[in-house]
């Protein structure tokens, strides 16, 4: 197959992956037979840890690793989470290839998973620590879609800040049938614990509120 | 098959905040990036804070009406802007909101969200504007449900499917042209006559799978889970009927992002900061540019206008200031 990163773009996100701190590991499950996008996301994650000796891939099929598939609570194929140096899954899930604008939330949680957690408020820090039940977000994006990858960060961003928290992208062309059990007709939709709906990309204190609600 | 966007990627710089800064641009669409290039040419101190660089260009498909530039995509314009910009190292704060812009005894104090404060002689207003709502019935209930704002974002869902589009500017006449490689029929809902560009109306009438209803408005939006209809009233005949439709993309312009300064500058009733022909607000030392001035005309070309002509105006403002009172001290 041709490479899925032309040189220019190969090259600007090898000078942003320089800045990865800790290394990183991306653990993805494929299926044989019928796995529409499995190749290519396969694909892209082997040209981006070419890129970085800091990123790390280990590839597990949902089937035949179902143990560890039923671990990471991924049902869906492909699917990949993103552990941290210390091989912990801090709930950061990609089900789908992050192409397109998706690249962008990709690149983003890597940077943070690596240790480079932009700043916060105190006050919002201080509302996300103090969550503490267990919470599901969802997120599902469009891969032409400008505000989505915002959206997918910020789940992203809650899911590494609290451990009672996980964020996935669910990239809904690939996963048509999902989308059309959650009606997804516009992206990007948030959905939490499966019950409360954010439409929109919202800041991260729509989050909380939509959290705290629950 | 990669938007990469150096927004979302780069990772917040060490940004100083002890400097008095003569200018401080807020927001980093055409207007604030030009303002900051004309600025830092002029030998001005000068920082960017955005939430996101390059603005409403990332909800642009194609640019055609920028002079230079046949047929660029909006994000690569944005990102041609961004680099410029970046040549002349001007410092650019990214993902960052303003919490709130007092006015202090030497020009103002921006407080962020993440709780930094920054000091500025002077600042420039360029938050430019956000989609409109039609404010009908249903238009919430069914957002995201049927009800889209973003033709790049929702077209794929509407595959096969027949789909409204509000409006009758530029950005109705590109989303009926992106969804038209989508859904089975679009009809167009406008309440006036069309405001698009002739090359867009030539365009329009080559395709097949499109009804346009002009002079008609738009009353309500209809749905069970989903959305499944709306009501029209048709001017001229004053009746109304129903259509049937799986979506309602609404393409009718924006509404200026203006609330974080409605207690300082006089705005007008859409909410637009009022502007004399230098740029000025009502307020001596804070200026402002772009879509979320009155200026009438919401153009890329003509927000890159009046950054240029905002952060020339500035220099004069602070030449003057300095003159007027050599001595003084900052902060």
């Given at each position: 197959m041709p490479k899925l990163f032309n040189d220019d773009i190969a090259k600007q996100i090898e000078t942003i992956l320089e800045q990865l701190d800790k290394p990183v590991t991306l653990m993805l499950f494929t299926k044989s037979g019928s796995c529409p996008t499995c190749a290519e996301t396969r694909q892209m994650l082997e040209e981006i840890s070419a890129l970085s000796q800091k990123i790390n891939i280990v590839l597990k099929d949902l089937e035949q690793d179902s143990d560890l598939a039923k671990q990471y609570a991924?049902?869906?194929?492909p699917s990949f989470v993103m552990l941290d140096a210390e091989g912990t899954y801090r709930g950061v899930k990609f089900n789908g290839?992050?192409?397109?604008?998706e690249i962008n939330s990709f690149i983003s949680a890597l940077l943070e998973m690596s240790g480079l957690m932009p700043k916060f408020h105190p006050s919002v820090l201080k509302r996300i620590q103090k969550i503490d039940k267990p919470v599901n977000i969802k997120v599902f994006v469009t891969l032409s879609c400008p505000h989505c990858p915002g959206a997918v960060q910020s789940a992203h961003r809650l899911a590494m800040l609290n451990e009672h928290i996980d964020g996935e992208m669910i990239e809904a062309q690939t996963f048509n049938a999902l989308s059309n059990q959650y009606k997804v007709s516009g992206v990007p939709k948030i959905v939490i614990n499966d019950a409360h709906e954010l439409v929109g990309n919202q800041p991260i204190e729509a989050f909380l509120d939509a959290i705290e609600s629950l | 098959m990669f938007e990469l966007n150096l927004n979302t990627v780069d990772r917040p710089t060490a940004f100083d905040t002890d400097t008095l800064w003569d200018l401080l641009v807020v927001g980093g669409g055409p207007a604030g990036l030009n303002a900051a290039l004309y600025a830092r040419r002029k030998g001005l101190q000068v920082a960017v804070i955005a939430k996101d660089f390059g603005g409403q260009l990332h909800n642009t498909?194609?640019?055609?009406?920028?002079?230079?530039?046949t047929l660029v995509s909006g994000k690569a314009l944005a990102d041609k802007f961004l680099e410029h910009v970046r040549t002349l190292e001007v410092p650019m704060l990214h993902d960052a909101m303003v919490h709130a812009l007092t006015r202090q005894r030497d020009g103002f104090m921006i407080e962020l969200a993440d709780g930094r404060t920054l000091h500025s002689k002077t600042v420039l207003i360029a938050t430019g504007s956000r989609p409109r709502k039609l404010n009908i019935e249903g238009e919430v209930t069914y957002a995201n449900k049927g009800v889209s704002y973003c033709t790049t974002c929702?077209?794929?869902?509407?595959?096969?499917k027949h789909v409204l589009v509000a409006g009758g500017g530029n950005s109705a006449a590109e989303a009926v042209i992106d969804l038209s490689h989508y859904a089975r029929h679009i009809t167009v809902v406008h309440r006036s006559q069309w405001r698009a560009d002739q090359v867009l109306l030539d365009k329009l009438a080559t395709l097949r799978n499109l009804t346009v209803h002009l002079e008609t408005a738009l009353l309500a939006v209809h749905g069970k889970d989903v959305m499944t209809g709306a009501t029209v009233l048709d001017k001229a005949t004053h009746t109304t009927r129903q259509l049937t439709a799986d979506g309602l993309f609404i393409e009718i312009g924006t509404l200026p992002i203006s609330e974080w300064v409605k207690d300082l500058v006089h705005r007008n009733e859409r909410g637009e900061v009022v502007v004399d022909e230098n740029q000025a607000t009502s307020i001596p030392g804070l200026y402002a540019a772009g879509d979320?001035?009155?200026?009438p005309f919401k153009q890329i070309i003509i927000a890159t206008a009046e950054g240029a002509k905002a952060a020339l105006a500035i220099t004069q403002y602070l030449n003057h200031k300095t003159k007027e009172n050599p001595h003084a001290q900052t902060i």
């Open positions: 991924i049902t869906l194929s290839i992050p192409a397109g604008h | 498909t194609d640019v055609d009406n920028v002079i230079g530039h929702d077209a794929p869902f509407f595959k096969g979320v001035t009155n200026q």
